[in-house]
């Protein structure tokens, strides 16, 4: 089936340790989303991909970075994680029929230490 | 400003019971609405969407929505509640020309047996 794919489901690292997070999707979607959600809150967008641009939104904190080397990869990037960005982070797609309707993964759910 | 609004923090209802979740919108031009399940320590998943034409909608799992332009809502419901349908829901609106995401704070829904 045709999915979108995130990796690790846990991921736990140290203060100030960078992590990737990975996402792929076969959909062949063109918008691809990274969200943060603490618990119980509704998902925060931190960025979105629409083909190539990169669009970051402006609380986004520099700490946060993200790649998208083709269609159906994409990655996050912390390059210095605090307490404070312990959190699930969820990869969303879109497609083209701009209806607004996004596909999740399952999230990676990030612990620091 | 385009806002969502779930006034129910919290909900416990009776396996068996009937159930209905409150969402109204603030968004002036017409509006993509989508109802979201998330279980425990899992992605969302789309439960229902609309965009035009019926103003009820069907979704998966014997969910419906209804949408009433004159009360800006959107209100989830199931006829009979099942203890699998207790999860986290989230109501959101697609702004703008790029369609973003805006979402209300979720409902937490629990089951008692």
């Known amino acids: 089936d045709a999915m979108v794919i995130q990796n690790p489901r846990y991921q736990v690292t140290q203060f100030g340790k960078p992590v990737t997070l990975s996402c792929s999707q076969t959909?062949?979607?063109?918008?691809m989303y990274w969200y943060q959600q603490k618990s119980s809150q509704a998902p925060k967008l931190l960025f979105h991909y629409y083909d190539k641009d990169f669009n970051n939104e402006a609380d986004t904190p520099d700490n946060f970075q993200s790649r998208r080397p083709n269609t159906s990869f994409c990655f996050l990037d912390i390059r210095s994680p605090g307490l404070g960005d312990a959190a699930m982070y969820l990869c969303?797609?879109?497609?083209?029929?701009?209806?607004?309707?996004?596909?999740f993964g399952e999230g990676s759910r990030l612990t620091v230490l | 400003a385009q806002s969502v609004t779930q006034p129910d923090i919290h909900i416990t209802v009776s396996e068996g019971a009937s159930l209905e979740l409150r969402c109204n919108y603030s968004?002036?031009?017409?509006?993509?609405l989508f109802w979201y399940v998330q279980s425990p320590g899992q992605g969302l998943q789309l439960l229902l969407k609309?965009?035009?034409?019926d103003t009820l909608v069907q979704g998966i799992k014997g969910f419906e929505a209804e949408f009433k332009r004159s009360q800006s809502s959107f209100n989830l419901r199931k006829p009979s509640v099942h203890w699998s349908d207790a999860a986290e829901y989230f109501c959101a609106v697609a702004a703008g020309n790029n369609r973003k995401l805006i979402w209300g704070l979720g409902t937490s829904l629990a089951v008692n047996p």
């Open positions: 969303a797609t879109r497609g083209r029929s701009g209806t607004g309707e996004l596909f």
């Open positions: 959909l062949n979607h063109n918008v």
């Open positions: 968004y002036g031009a017409t509006p993509y």
């Open positions: 609309y965009f035009s034409g």
